[in-house]
């Protein structure tokens, strides 16, 4: 019985041919994919990182046209409304401002905050009176898109849910810097809202000192005990 290497011996000279020919192509072919790969991660490089994450610039581009599909549902759906959408302010859509959204929303993130579909839902009811139903939002999400693809109420949803977590971090964050401590805000209060309006007379004490007995021992600790709490 022919062994491995008597084998390999019998087709030694296909074996080099194989083997050269894969070299050929490692040497000529190879380079190019891997240009190609180096040139792809090229062109999506990163913009921002922080503890924990990394934003590219696919990424700012993609949340900055769904910025602009946000303010396009948030005006139809106070036109629906039956109020002026001229008179509405919408969300900053400049990519500086695109990017401080995502970050102060990955910061809520990390710190326990949600916003959950109910609390989106909260808020559209309080943008449009109440007077959009589910149906019409519906609708006003399906006329929008995002350059040529559609958009699903899930997007329409993740960047208003980005939106409310960032508004939430910011306000939190602005709380210890507003305001001052709770006794100098009690003074402030006792100066401002309490008043008296009084007559003083002005009295030597020292005249009426001698007609005014001094309290016994038993009176003092009466007195003590009443008034020690």
């Given at each position: 019985m022919a062994g491995s290497f008597d084998i390999f011996r019998k087709y030694q000279r296909s074996l080099l041919v194989f083997v050269a020919i894969l070299a050929m192509l490692?040497?000529?072919?190879?380079?190019?994919?891997?240009?190609?790969?180096?040139?792809?991660?090229?062109?999506?490089?990163?913009?921002?990182?922080?503890?924990?994450?990394e934003l590219r610039e696919s990424g700012i581009a993609r949340a900055t046209a769904m910025r602009s599909?946000?303010?396009?549902?948030?005006?139809?759906?106070?036109?629906?409304?039956?109020?002026?959408?001229?008179?509405?302010?919408?969300?900053?859509?400049?990519?500086?401002?695109?990017?401080?959204?995502?970050?102060?929303?990955?910061?809520?993130?990390?710190?326990?905050?949600?916003?959950?579909?109910?609390a989106i839902n909260e808020f559209l009811a309080q943008w449009t009176n109440d007077m959009v139903g589910p149906a019409q939002f519906e609708e006003i999400i399906a006329r929008r898109r995002s350059g040529p693809f559609p958009v699903s109420p899930s997007d329409?949803?993740?960047?208003?849910?980005?939106?409310l977590l960032a508004n939430r971090m910011e306000r939190l964050f602005l709380t210890g810097f507003a305001g001052d401590p709770p006794g100098q805000r009690w003074d402030y209060?006792?100066?401002?809202?309490?008043?008296?309006?009084?007559?003083?007379?002005?009295?030597?004490?020292?005249?009426?000192?001698?007609?005014?007995?001094?309290?016994?021992?038993?009176?003092?600790?009466?007195?003590?005990?009443?008034h020690k709490d």
């Open positions: 490692a040497f000529f072919v190879l380079p190019p994919f891997l240009q190609m790969g180096t040139g792809m991660a090229g062109t999506d490089p990163v913009v921002a990182t922080w503890s924990g994450g599909v946000l303010n396009q549902f948030l005006l139809d759906a106070v036109a629906a409304a039956g109020r002026d959408p001229g008179r509405t302010r919408l969300l900053p859509d400049e990519e500086e401002d695109v990017v401080r959204t995502m970050l102060l929303a990955e910061e809520a993130r990390a710190n326990g905050l949600v916003v959950s579909n109910t329409v949803f993740d960047a208003l849910r980005t939106v209060f006792r100066r401002l809202e309490q008043a008296a309006n009084v007559e003083v007379v002005p009295v030597v004490v020292e005249r009426f000192a001698d007609q005014v007995a001094a309290p016994s021992r038993p009176a003092l600790e009466a007195f003590f005990a009443r």
